[in-house]
């Protein structure tokens, strides 16, 4: 069956960039020449298959709806509703002096929470730091992740059984390991795959193209997720790169490639499952483009009022990926403003007791942090060890 996507690239884009491809789901890539011989076939770069379902009014394009009943529906909603509570008590533990430095995800839920939706527990997920919506799904309890926001080691390790590497700092470091992971996958005839996101400021590192490279070259069953929420911290897009069109960079690489708006929960699910099936079944890579904004801070060590126009935001809040979302379900009736309420509420209170969990067990151990850097310890650092210990006795630090 062949598939149509007419689309605008996105709601930001300029009104001459669109985009039409007819694909078939699961065709084939023609074979390379022979060696030596110069390759005849069309190249065309600058058709880049795009996908919306769910438009910024809240309608759907029935015809590319994704097979889900009502209770999946539900299910979705409420994950982006939690990944959104989640958000706002981290930012506000933050300023009060309770969290460490945080990541806010606010405006971009569709995005981790429709690249995990589609994966299994065999399937391995590589997470950037700001993917906790995603890792909630994957099944790391809210608190484990509040103590690795506040810096305990314990919470970067992910839980027992879940198939997912710990998050990464360095930008796009994440990348290269879960291609190594998805080469195994191949060589061990494994049938699952992985995904790994990255921002678009990730996407001008070295690393990542070299990734995408070998996951290219290899066929491994990677599924790259570039979040294109248009700053790499204080860096707009046009700044790092003169083509905006961020998929197009997969194309040049033989990786099936497609813009997804990434601010709609059916088109970022539905694209990730198709990615998914691909690569289980032998279909090599994708990479998918999720256009989305960030909204609030890079960091609660940032301030984005210092380089980024405020107006820049006020279209976006009308591109909310939760609003949308509830207008079509509650005009389909599958969801009262009441629920609505009810959920939020539900989602608020399981946020506050993880978060009381996560005080419970979060306790401090100063004594330790000189303790596991040496089997023994160099002179000038036990010496440094000794005077910051007498420091803790006459401040009674136990």
């Known amino acids: 069956m062949s598939v149509n996507y007419t689309t605008p690239l996105m709601p930001d884009s300029s009104p001459d960039k669109e985009a039409s491809v007819s694909r078939t789901p ?62 706002a008590r981290m930012l506000a533990m933050q300023r009060q002096g309770q969290m460490g430095t ?59 059984g879940v198939n997912d590497l710990p998050f990464s700092i360095v ?47 290899e066929q491994a069953p990677v ?12 860096t707009p897009l046009y700044k790092q790169c003169k083509n905006d069109v961020l998929a ?9 490639s497609i813009r997804v708006d990434g601010n709609d929960i059916l088109a970022m699910t539905t694209a990730t499952r198709e ?31 210092v380089y980024r126009d405020e107006a ?12 949308r979302f509830e207008a079509w379900l509650q005009r389909t009736g599958r969801l009262t403003s009441g629920d609505a309420d009810t959920i939020r509420g539900e989602c608020e209170q399981e946020v506050l007791d993880a978060r009381e969990t996560f005080r419970a067990q979060a306790k401090a151990k100063p004594r330790e942090i000189f303790d596991y850097l040496y089997a023994s310890n160099p002179p000038e650092l036990e010496a440094q060890r000794m005077a910051y210990l007498r420091r803790l006795d006459r401040k009674g630090v136990s």
């Open 312 to 323: 820049l935001v006020d279209p976006w809040k009308e591109r909310c990926p939760i609003r």
């Open 248 to 256: 197009s960079r997969g194309i040049g690489y033989g990786v099936h």
């Open 223 to 234: 599924v790259f997720i570039a979040e294109n929420n248009g700053w790499a911290i204080s």
């Open 102 to 160: 945080f990541a806010p995800n606010i405006g971009q839920e569709a995005c981790g929470v429709g690249q995990a939706w589609p994966l299994g527990g065999k399937d391995w997920f590589s997470p950037s730091y700001r993917s906790f919506g995603a890792q909630i799904i994957r099944g790391w309890p809210m608190d484990r992740l509040m103590t690795l926001w506040d810096g305990y080691h314990d919470g970067f390790p992910p839980p027992e």
């Open 26 to 87: 699961g065709e084939a890539t023609p074979p390379p020449p022979a060696s030596g011989a110069f390759d005849a076939r069309s190249i065309d770069l600058g058709r880049i298959e795009c996908l919306q379902i769910l438009n910024e009014r809240g309608e759907v394009d029935e015809g590319l709806r994704p097979d889900m009943d009502d209770d999946e529906l539900r299910q979705l909603h409420r994950a982006m509703v939690l990944s959104r509570a989640f958000d």
């Open 171 to 217: 930008i796009g470091s994440h990348v290269l390991p879960a291609v190594g992971i998805g080469m195994a996958m191949k060589r061990a005839n494994d049938p699952h795959c992985v995904v790994v996101n990255f921002g678009d400021g990730a996407f001008s590192e070295g690393a990542v193209i070299e990734a995408i490279n070998f996951a290219a070259v």
């Open 275 to 305: 990615a998914c099936e691909r690569a289980r079944n032998g279909g090599g890579p994708t990479l998918i483009e999720a256009v989305t904004f960030r909204m609030s801070l890079h960091t609660t060590a940032d301030d984005p009022t």
